[in-house]
């Protein structure tokens, strides 16, 4: 054989199944092959075990979808190449034209913006109200059949927490699938409830590095079969060595996820003692309006701290300039913090009431609390919220 035959014909090395690596490895191949037609047919029609074609399905991303689902508690899962990739895979494969979706001003803005945008151009009809307008929730849901109630829990960037018993429950009665974009609470949350389908952006807690991106859809396995005969075809399923980044992650996720919870807690707590702070929201606060539903939902409280400062915009903007120990920099959940003023939050593409609604004022500040020590990160907003005092 020459050695540019050789290439592309090398040696095998035999992992023996009783010899396994301890890191499941990366299988960097978009090609997979059997030894005859005949076997390779009987896995192309499902009949064996094995892998074909790596935008169909990888052994890595497939360990990956293996843990996330048992996690979540739920029979499966799909993992894709960003959040916004699960959120647009999952709403184009379980809707069709004609059919409705009951949404919130609190929705992720890109998940807003694909229901009102995408969805609209082909015909999928949606409703917007708050994410607490509970009875709103059940009067839509009793008029009208409606095919998602798509919502988030705690929602971004103002902590806003859905009563979730009460909208899986009016869900269910009248035949509408949940879905819950559970990527600020995390996997460890919200598995007891009645919820069809969860959405991940892997990007955050779950690589918890920022330095990889990913999405999940997890759900039963009669909905998971559905959405990926659709997801495939989109073409956008995660690649293996992303998977194996977002996996390396998800060994540090319980830790990673205490000690920023612990840190934020504390945070929450220091600002709301602040006079130049007027509204923390965190749902660990007793102040929050949703604390007693929060506490009865969630395991923890999250990670994200958002509060109003009494300046404004130009407040927002001194803060944000003058931390050391935050970036100014989208996304949330990575190991180091971050902060994201006013000017970078303000919704788009809603009403005045619905702006309203959504409680994002000029002065609005999010936190993503990292894992530097707590200390620093309260001597950095001291310091901060002190230069925004004497402007
Ligand atoms: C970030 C985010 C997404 C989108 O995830 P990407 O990985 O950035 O595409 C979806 N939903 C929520 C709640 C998010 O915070």
Not at 5 to 15: A, K, L, S, Y
Not at 195 to 202: G, K, M, P, Y
Request: charged share 20%; hydrophobic share 40%; glycine share 8%.
């Amino acid at each position: 054989m020459k050695g540019r035959t050789r290439v592309n014909h090398p040696p095998d090395v035999i992992v023996p199944a009783d010899n396994r690596p301890l890191v499941a490895p990366i299988h960097q191949t978009v090609k997979f092959a059997f030894e005859s037609l005949e076997e390779t047919m009987r896995a192309y029609r499902g009949e064996r075990e094995g892998y074909y074609y790596t935008r169909q399905a990888n052994p890595t991303s497939r360990q990956l979808e293996k843990l996330l689902a048992e996690l979540q508690g739920r029979d499966d899962c799909i993992a894709l190449g960003s959040g916004a990739a699960a959120v647009s895979g999952c709403l184009l494969s379980l809707t069709r034209a004609g059919e409705h979706v009951l949404c919130f001003v609190e929705t992720y803005a890109p998940t807003r913006q694909l229901i009102q945008g995408l969805l609209g151009r082909f015909g999928v009809e949606h409703t917007m109200l708050s994410i607490e307008d509970d009875a709103g929730i059940e009067r839509v849901l009793a008029g009208r059949p409606t095919r998602l109630v798509w919502f988030e829990s705690p929602t971004n960037p103002v902590t806003r927490i859905a009563d979730i018993g009460r909208i899986t429950r009016a869900a269910h009665a009248h035949g509408a699938l949940t879905v819950l974009d559970n990527t600020f609470a995390g996997f460890h949350n919200h598995g007891q409830y009645g919820i069809d389908v969860f959405v991940h952006s892997l990007t955050k807690y779950a690589s918890g590095h920022g330095d990889v991106m990913g999405g999940a859809i997890i759900a039963r396995d009669e909905l998971i079969r559905l959405m990926r005969r659709d997801t495939v075809l989109l073409g956008a399923l995660l690649d293996p060595h992303a998977a194996f980044l977002v996996m390396r992650g998800m060994k540090t996720y319980y830790l990673r996820h205490e000690a920023q919870v612990a840190s934020a807690a504390r945070i929450a707590a220091f600002l709301n003692d602040h006079p130049a702070v007027a509204q923390v929201n965190y749902p660990g606060l007793a102040s929050h309006a949703r604390h007693a539903l929060a506490r009865e939902q969630m395991h923890d409280f999250g990670s994200v701290v958002s509060f109003d400062l009494e300046g404004g915009l130009e407040a927002a903007r001194v803060f944000s300039d003058t931390l050391e120990f935050f970036a100014i920099a989208p996304s949330l959940g990575s190991v180091e913090s971050l902060v994201m003023p006013a000017q970078l939050l303000k919704p788009r593409g809603l009403t005045a009431e619905q702006v309203a609604i959504s409680a994002i004022t000029d002065g609005t500040v999010r936190l993503s609390i990292g894992i530097e020590d707590t200390d620093d990160l309260i001597e950095d907003l001291d310091a901060a919220l002190s230069r925004v005092s004497e402007a």
